[in-house]
């Protein structure tokens, strides 16, 4: 990920931020502290979040590849390569995946949030997709309109047991984590038989499936919607920068 086009710029994983309104369609507290830290980062020339390695952002990463290897041919990752909007230089975005017809976002969450995610992706309903997880749909949305395609796919995914014991097997006997550009001290405490209680899985009798996703048009009114509050958002922080 290519932090030097984000710093200062609206990023996809948290313009939903930009869409925040009250019940009166004007944005909300959330929307003008989001332009508050873009002004601060614009001033600084950096990020104003420092990304502590915790772990749940360590197992999606993980997760995300070895979904990505059962996923097939039809996705190229590009995970690592952020991307600026080709008409707006402040609005940039990181896709997980990507086809020449939609983005692909990967969700690997503790099994609360998987659950409550997958459950909601089943349902194949973007207005309750939208109501229920704000920050997914919009980043899927802002991603969509980086790679300038109107398809998105939101794809849920946490380990059977058995797949995380052969996970655990191939990060143990190789240069699996060395070979998709994740740090082995990262994980080093995390994957032996004696723990593997306390990583997420789905028992392998579970009626849930391990990967769950759903594939949408991204509205044209969303498109619109988000364009206006990012342009209308960057005239915020500018007046912020030139305030005397």
């Known amino acids: ?123 194949k309903n973007v207005a309750l997709l939208k109501e229920n997880f704000k920050e997914e749909y919009w980043q899927c949305v802002s991603n969509a309109c980086l790679l300038g395609v109107n398809r998105a796919e939101l794809i849920a995914y946490m380990p059977t047991k058995t797949e995380l014991k052969e996970i655990i097997e191939q990060v143990q006997e190789g240069n699996f984590l060395e070979r998709n550009g994740l740090d082995p001290t990262d994980y080093i405490f995390w994957f032996n038989e004696n723990n593997i209680e306390s990583l997420p899985y789905l028992p392998d009798d579970s009626p849930m499936s391990s990967v769950n996703s759903f594939e949408f048009d991204v509205p044209r009114e969303d498109i619109d919607f988000l364009t206006e509050r990012l342009i209308s958002a960057n005239e915020e922080v500018e007046l912020i920068l030139n305030q005397k």
């Not at 097939?72 to 020449?100: A, C, I, N, R």
Request: glycine residues 6%; proline residues 3%.
């Open 1 to 123: 990920m290519d932090n030097s086009k984000r710093h200062g710029r609206f990023t996809s994983s948290q313009n939903h931020k930009a869409t925040a309104s009250l019940k009166s369609g004007k944005p909300s507290q959330a929307y003008f502290t989001y332009v508050a830290e873009k002004a601060v980062e614009r001033s600084m020339q950096r990020t104003a979040d420092t990304k502590v390695k915790v772990r749940a952002m360590l197992w999606g990463k993980l997760m995300e590849i070895v979904l990505f290897n059962l996923l097939g041919l039809e996705y190229k990752m590009v995970h690592k390569q952020t991307l600026v909007h080709p008409d707006y230089w402040f609005w940039s975005g990181t896709p997980d995946l990507k086809t020449d017809k939609k983005i692909g976002e990967i969700k690997c969450y503790e099994p609360k949030k998987f659950g409550l995610l997958s459950m909601c992706l089943l349902k």
